[in-house]
């Protein structure tokens, strides 16, 4: 398991199809991308656990998020602001 | 890009444009031919002197110019439903792209290994070198590598703006808070022009786009470097 993740990444390009989100409008996809790493990395630290399969949602939300969205949202996290469950 | 009194679309660099033009010659010719030939028998008719008061109807001419029209729209749809579909092709994009769209200029942002953003600002007119094209260059281009299929997610940080590149066949609206996905593969080298194709203020028509089609090796280098500079 470990190591197809390390694998996965290794031969990551950019974000692949999501079949979850087909169409033109990918705001979404890039929105779960991000809630998911975060997400990831909060339980698999609360466990103690190695975070590298995180990693993948975290490329993913890079390749699709626009920066300044990335920032806002970083900067509400810090601020105790964001709207997004993690 | 387009020439003086150019009438026709600009030449294809993808392969879905390609097809579009030849749809488009398709459609265009078979109007062509219905419209020559209506105003050949219109001036026929007005031109003719004898008349014939007692023709009333006709089985024989109503079942041709009914079934030959059902035909023809036939013949036009199938290629029209065909592209349709093909351009809703699942891509299996190389890389990501983002544009977003400003007030008055654009943003571009590949961030699929390293995070490269960089303005893109139309030349002013009086700062053009001689062969440059008058409010189509941009002093930083969107560099893409040739033969890849590229996703751009383009989006916009302020107004409502589209981003638009007849060559390659792409227009996507820039929507503020929205990621809307364009796919395109460039079939050679090349720079590609474009224009922001939504109204958004003053300086709607100053802020094109630019596409720069290069082989692989250079795509790479040309980023090495960008990200130095940034």
Same mark, same amino acid.
């Given at each position: 398991?470990?190591?197809?993740?390390?694998?996965?990444?290794?031969?990551?390009?950019?974000?692949?199809?999501?079949?979850?989100?087909?169409?033109?409008?990918?705001?979404?996809?890039?929105?779960?991308?991000?809630?998911?790493?975060?997400?990831?990395?909060?339980? $698999?630290?609360?466990?103690?656990?190695?975070?590298?399969?995180?990693? #993948?949602?975290?490329? =993913?939300?890079?390749? &699709?998020?626009?920066?300044?969205?990335?920032?806002?949202?970083?900067?509400?996290?810090?601020?105790?602001?964001?709207?997004?469950?993690? | 890009?387009?020439?003086?009194?150019?009438?026709?679309?600009?030449?294809?660099?993808?392969?879905?444009?390609?097809? $579009?033009?030849? %749809?488009?010659?398709?459609?265009?010719?078979?109007?062509?031919?219905?419209?020559?030939?209506? !105003?050949?028998?219109?001036?026929?008719?007005?031109?003719?002197?004898?008349?014939?008061?007692?023709?009333?109807?006709?089985?024989?001419?109503?079942?041709?110019?009914?079934? &030959?029209?059902?035909?023809?729209?036939?013949?036009?749809?199938?290629?029209? &439903?065909?592209?349709?579909?093909? &351009?809703?092709?699942?891509?299996?994009?190389?890389?990501?792209?983002?544009?977003?769209?400003?007030?008055?200029?654009? @943003?571009?942002?590949?961030?699929?290994?390293?995070? !490269?953003?960089?303005?893109?600002?139309? =030349?002013?007119?009086?700062? $053009?070198?001689?062969?440059? %094209?008058? $409010?189509?260059?941009?002093?930083?281009?969107?560099?893409?590598?040739?033969?890849?299929?590229?996703?751009?997610? =383009? @989006?916009?940080?302020?107004?409502?703006? @589209? #981003?638009?590149?007849?060559?390659?066949?792409?227009?996507?609206?820039?929507?503020?808070?929205?990621?809307?996905? *364009?796919?395109?593969?460039? @079939?050679?080298?090349? *720079?590609?022009?474009?224009?922001?194709?939504?109204?958004?203020?003053?300086?709607?028509? %100053?802020?094109?786009?630019?596409?720069?089609?290069?082989?692989?090796?250079? %795509?790479?280098? #040309?980023?090495?470097?960008?990200?130095?500079?940034?």
């Amino acid at each position: 398991m470990a190591e197809d993740i390390k694998e996965k990444l290794e031969k990551y390009r950019t974000a692949p199809f999501d079949a979850r989100f087909p169409n033109q409008n990918q705001t979404r996809n890039c929105w779960s991308n991000y809630l998911d790493y975060h997400r990831c990395q909060k339980a $698999l630290d609360a466990k103690g656990v190695d975070t590298t399969p995180c990693e #993948w949602y975290r490329r =993913v939300y890079k390749s &699709l998020c626009p920066m300044s969205w990335v920032q806002k949202w970083d900067d509400q996290r810090e601020d105790g602001t964001f709207p997004g469950k993690i | 890009m387009a020439q003086y009194t150019q009438l026709g679309l600009q030449d294809a660099a993808s392969p879905l444009m390609e097809e $579009l033009l030849h %749809f488009h010659d398709h459609a265009l010719m078979i109007i062509t031919l219905i419209s020559a030939f209506v !105003l050949y028998i219109i001036l026929t008719m007005v031109t003719a002197k004898t008349t014939d008061k007692y023709i009333l109807d006709s089985q024989e001419v109503e079942i041709i110019w009914t079934v &030959l029209p059902a035909i023809i729209l036939v013949l036009i749809a199938l290629p029209s &439903l065909r592209i349709l579909y093909l &351009l809703d092709e699942i891509n299996d994009p190389h890389l990501t792209i983002k544009a977003m769209g400003h007030q008055w200029y654009w @943003s571009y942002e590949y961030t699929d290994y390293e995070d !490269l953003g960089f303005d893109s600002y139309m =030349v002013p007119t009086q700062d $053009l070198t001689p062969g440059q %094209f008058r $409010l189509l260059e941009a002093d930083h281009r969107m560099v893409i590598p040739v033969e890849s299929p590229i996703r751009v997610l =383009v @989006s916009a940080e302020d107004v409502l703006h @589209s #981003w638009a590149v007849p060559s390659l066949g792409v227009k996507m609206d820039a929507v503020p808070g929205r990621l809307n996905q *364009v796919a395109f593969v460039a @079939s050679r080298p090349g *720079v590609f022009f474009g224009q922001c194709s939504e109204i958004c203020g003053a300086n709607h028509s %100053f802020m094109p786009i630019v596409v720069e089609a290069v082989p692989l090796e250079h %795509f790479e280098n #040309w980023s090495s470097l960008m990200l130095e500079d940034a």
